[in-house]
């Protein structure tokens, strides 16, 4: 009924989701921590040269990000799948793209924004100047969210599919491709200390992109997910 | 009876994979009336449901809502429908309370003594606080009713509602489906055990 608006229909998904991420912490951090095991690898793995690690920091921050957002994709959709809440919805009457736009945005809350606040943290492990900081943190705002919107659409297309997660990784990781470029090429530029204003543009279009259209098609995959 | 029927659905055909599962199913729903739908395990009987709530796509046929195509007035179908399914959509770590309080605010503002009298008229006002995940069977499928009662929809459309329900929670949900009757609702079951036999404007569907 359009007598609770839109905004009250968007409060109640974000309030309900954050309050079943309060009671089960552990899954919520998973991620976070899977983001910081993988980039405390590297230095292990290559060499503690900071001359070395400063080379690849950009490349490894994004890349473990991408994944640890990949992780954190899986449990987005299943759970309202499995016990039934996502037929609920579909059959609330209310717009189902608001819907599920309110939980990608919940999701990026725990999953998305921790990474960026975490971000300095890790790239001083990697030997990033302090400098290059708010331009990491930038390109981690902007491209988590990308990141966050485009997962919630392969999330939605592949709920149905017994085991998607790798189906999920395949169909997801490509389309990412743009936005680790340029995401990872904004650091690097800046580390260089060289202008960065391209490549965040560039990121903040996609984000929009994704934020315009990601609704209709996560609501259109959830559609077909659920009827069948 | 009225002019035109509340609900109609004409000759529904449903294939299954390479099973025909509904061939040519039709029925009408006025209000008042409950519609039964039983036949042995695995006939179609949820399908129907799934079609008629509009979760399925039929391969033919008709479902006519208040005179206009499923299709053509979907969001004002679902705001006169409530559905319950197999499983009762139940979070479990959120509260008996918090459960009702999410699925029903989307439809509609609710308040706290609503859910709270809801809960003490189906006989589970103790269990409102705890989380879904520690209630019985039985007393999920008490909740899950509560939504139906809470959502105010004039068609009700059930999947074995009295799944895991004692005899004194059959007997209670005889009682609301009454009550929802006798307001003009509109109710349509699938159940393997026949309710509020003999009352005017019940009646039954086979599939075969």
Known sequence: MQSSGLGALVRLVIARDLRLAARHWDQVMQPLIFFAIITTLFPLAISPALDELRRIAPGVVWVAAMLASLLALESLFRPDVEDGTMEQWVLSGQPLSILLLAKVVTHWLLTGLPLVLMSPLVGTALGMPQSVWPVLMATLALGTGSLSMLGGVGAALTVSVRRGSVLLALLVLPLEMPVLIFGARAVDLAMHSEAVAGPLNLLAAVLLFFLSLGPFAMAAAMRVSVES | MHAEPQLDVRAVHLWRGERHLLRG????????????????????????????????????????????????????????????????????????????????????????PELRETFARLRIAPCADLPARSLSA???????????????????????????????????????????????????????????????????????
Request: aromatic share 6%; glycine share 10%; charged share 20%.
């Open chain 2, 25 to 112: 199913t039709s029925f009408v729903l006025n209000g008042g009336e409950l519609l039964q739908v039983v036949g042995p395990n695995g006939v179609g009987k949820t399908s129907l449901l799934r079609c008629v709530a509009g979760l399925l796509p039929t391969e033919s046929g008709e479902i006519v809502w208040r005179g206009k195509q499923l299709h053509e007035c979907r969001d004002d179908y679902y705001q006169s429908l409530a559905y319950l399914a197999h499983i009762n959509a139940l979070k479990p770590d959120l509260t008996a309370l918090e459960n009702l309080q999410y699925s029903v605010a989307l439809r509609r503002p609710v308040t706290h």
């Open chain 2, 138 to 208: 039985g007393q999920k499928r008490r909740v899950a009713i509560g939504r139906i009662l809470l959502t105010r929809a004039a068609l009700w459309i059930l999947d074995e509602p009295i799944t895991n329900l004692d005899s004194a929670g059959i007997a209670l949900f005889e009682e609301c489906m009454a009550d929802h009757l006798g307001q003009g609702g509109m109710i349509l079951t699938a159940a393997h055990q026949l309710l509020l036999q003999g009352r005017q404007g019940v009646r039954t569907l086979e599939l075969h």
